[in-house]
């Protein structure tokens, strides 16, 4: 006997209703249009975004791409699902969208092959000069965070920079320090905040050390003036002699990962073991022991002239693997890249209880990592768009900017339990929730379900935006 197909598990049918633009699947994505005009980006892209080219604004394109990610959108072409929902289109009070083909020819405006085309043959480490469009996309980054800055009201903020590799098989990818092909753009963030104040697209090949005092300054420039205290917490990628210089005539407070050289090594080993203090981090259970022991003494730069050496006598928190660790770790490796492992170096200025520092400093691990993975993972910057370097730099930089966008929501709009929660869980609980949309009159309704959970998140997002706008 021959059984039936079976047409599905559960007991519905699915069909294609008749047209319907009362009903939307991004009920919430209008609050990331509220708090757009609260910091009043569509003005300010307007006077600042001009490109050649015909048919839709960039304000139109820009917003498009911004909302389409932090949706959810990985590709170019996921536009069409916003494009197609005519009830979201009238709550943001626009008549249409852009679609995919739209949106790759303003990416690709971004591009300009002649800037690329002037790679030296040596060194092949080289970062193209950036276009004036692109350029014009940082303004905007720049004016979001140094509003978002001045409204938080801190007195101190710290500054953090890193690299991280973007794989990717386009023509144009080049193979990483880390393997495989790909790029490796850099950001500067502001730790307290979770907000990207800088970014820097670059090939895979090129060095996270590459240029570090010329990226620093970048995210320095964005601070506003009257800041009372700057910190910056960097990996050993920006030990680098003429920053520290930098940071020192600005008086900026500092830790960075030391350079493990062979001289400062034999001084290390020959530290009594009396000296060195256990190594502790706080829990909720109090302090509990973390396998290593830490210890300070004074290095003095040995580069360039003695005065300068004399001013570069900073504290050098040193850090190793207790002996029982240390012995596990020895049947698996030999040599001189053993010892390097056992143990870490802190250059610092500041003058905190050295394990205290040494803690502080390990926690950039879960701040700008964080808004790496957000980026690149819950956003789009993970997913690169074209072959031309311009347009994946411009693509990149969008998701920055989308990024500090959502952290803006996040901040100033939503209560404790969302405000540092992943981007998954934003589009669950608020952007893509179904409502209807129904006119009245001449006012505009969304409605959600009897009882959403949401509801009064929303409501009250809406208040607090209108508030910003009004500051």
Same mark, same amino acid.
């Given at each position: ?43 300010? *892209? ?39 929902? $005519? ?28 800037? *690329?085309?002037? &790679? ?36 101190? %903020? ?22 495989? *092909? ?19 697209? &670059? ?60 001289? =400062? ?69 030999? $040599?001189? %890249? *053993?010892?390097?492992? &056992? ?10 209880? $050295? ?79 179904? $409502? ?7 006012? =505009?309704? =969304? ?25």
């Amino acid at each position: 006997m021959i059984r039936p197909l079976r047409q599905s598990l559960l007991p519905f049918k699915c069909e294609m209703m008749d047209r319907d633009d009362t009903l939307t699947g991004f009920g919430g994505l209008p609050l990331l249009h509220e708090m757009m005009l609260a910091l009043e980006l569509p003005r300010f *892209v307007r006077r600042t975004l001009k490109l050649k080219g015909k048919g839709w604004e960039e304000w139109r394109l820009l917003e498009a791409l911004i909302v389409m990610t932090v949706a959810g959108g990985e590709h170019m072409g996921d536009i069409a699902m916003l494009k197609s929902d $005519g009830a979201y289109h009238r709550l943001i009070g626009n008549e249409g969208m852009p679609g995919p083909k739209a949106v790759e020819r303003f990416l690709k405006r971004f591009h300009d092959q002649a800037l *690329v085309d002037e &790679r030296p043959l040596f060194p092949r480490s080289w970062v193209p000069k950036e276009t004036k469009a692109l350029q014009s996309l940082g303004k905007i980054d720049r004016h979001i965070a140094r509003k978002l800055i001045e409204r938080s009201g801190l007195a101190t %903020v710290t500054i953090e920079n890193d690299a991280t590799v973007v794989t990717s098989h386009k023509d144009g990818a080049l193979a990483t320090y880390k393997g495989g *092909v790909g790029y490796l753009p850099v950001i500067g963030t502001i730790a307290e905040l979770g907000i990207v104040i800088a970014d820097e697209f &670059r090939d895979g090949n090129v060095a996270p050390a590459h240029d570090v005092l010329g990226f620093f300054k970048r995210c320095f420039s964005v601070i506003p003036k009257g800041m009372h205290h700057i910190r910056t917490r960097l990996d050993g990628a920006y030990y680098d002699h003429d920053l520290i210089d930098f940071l020192g005539r600005e008086k900026i407070s500092f830790t960075i990962t030391g350079e493990k050289r062979a001289g =400062i090594l034999d001084w290390i080993e020959r530290i009594p073991d009396q000296e060195w203090k256990p190594l502790t981090k706080i829990t909720e259970q109090g302090s509990v022991p973390t396998g290593r022991e830490w210890t300070e003494i004074d290095w003095v730069s040995a580069n360039g002239s003695q005065e300068q050496m004399r001013d570069r006598t900073y504290r050098y928190l040193v850090t190793r693997k207790t002996a029982d660790q240390w012995e596990l770790f020895q049947e698996e490796a030999a $040599g001189e %890249v *053993v010892r390097k492992e &056992r143990y870490e170096l802190i250059v610092t200025n500041m003058k905190w209880e $050295g394990d205290r520092l040494i803690r502080w400093h390990h926690e950039r691990g879960g701040t700008i990592e964080h808004v790496n993975k957000q980026i690149k993972s819950d956003l789009a910057g993970g997913t690169l768009p074209c072959a031309e370097f311009g347009a994946n730099a411009a693509w990149w930089r969008i998701q920055c900017i989308a990024q500090n966008l959502v952290q803006a929501l996040q901040l100033h709009a939503l209560p404790e339990e969302l405000s540092t929660c992943r981007l998954k869980k934003l589009r669950l609980w608020l952007f893509c929730i179904a $409502g209807r949309v129904i006119k009245t009159g001449r006012q =505009i309704i =969304i409605k959600l379900r009897h009882g959403h959970p949401s509801f009064e998140i929303y409501r009250d997002a809406r208040r607090l935006i209108a508030n910003m706008a009004g500051t």
